[in-house]
């Protein structure tokens, strides 16, 4: 099922970070309650951004423990929440996308669920969310806009 959710997380970086991260706790606690965890992938703008996001997620939410892990971390355990950008590979099936980048990665079809995340800057951050929206019209899917 590809379904395609375009949520706006105020007007910076930082709290689309704080949003991706309380979004990051919902579907983990969902996840749990229903004793299947699902597999998440954070998909970052840059590398800098991942590493930002990895130490949040450690904050937020505050009181639910996220294992987490950043993508090409070979030291770390495997664990449920995988933050990657771009430049990095994923290769596992994952059930959701949290996609901080303003564009949707050309695999975003391959997730039962994407979440885009629109930061509302009056700029290009946002101008490139609208050409993700309208790629996904291209693509036959009718994304969900949630204010």
């Known amino acids: 099922m590809e379904k395609v959710n375009f949520l706006t997380a105020g007007q910076s970086e930082e709290v689309a970070l704080r949003f991706a991260c ?3 706790g919902k579907l983990y606690l969902n996840s749990l309650k229903r004793d299947h965890t699902d597999m998440i992938n954070l998909r970052c703008f840059d590398a800098n951004q ?4 990895d130490k ?9 423990l996220i ?13 449920n929440v995988e933050i990657s ?9 994952y059930d ?25 800057d009056d700029s290009s951050l946002q101008e490139k969310a609208r050409a993700s ?14 204010d």
Do not use: M
Request: one cysteine or more; charged letters at 25%; hydrophobic letters at 30%.
């Open 96 to 120: 959701f996308l949290i996609n901080l980048n303003p564009q949707l990665p050309s695999n975003y079809r391959d997730f039962r669920e994407t979440y885009q995340i629109v930061i509302k």
């Open 22 to 24: 309380d979004l990051v």
């Open 67 to 79: 294992p987490h892990k950043l993508i090409n971390d070979k030291d770390s355990k495997d664990c």
């Open 56 to 64: 949040l997620l450690w904050q937020i939410p505050e009181n639910l």
């Open 50 to 53: 991942a590493h930002a996001i």
């Open 133 to 146: 929206y309208k790629k996904c019209l291209k693509d036959g899917i009718k994304p969900t806009y949630i």
């Open 85 to 93: 950008y771009p430049g990095t590979r994923t290769i596992k099936n």
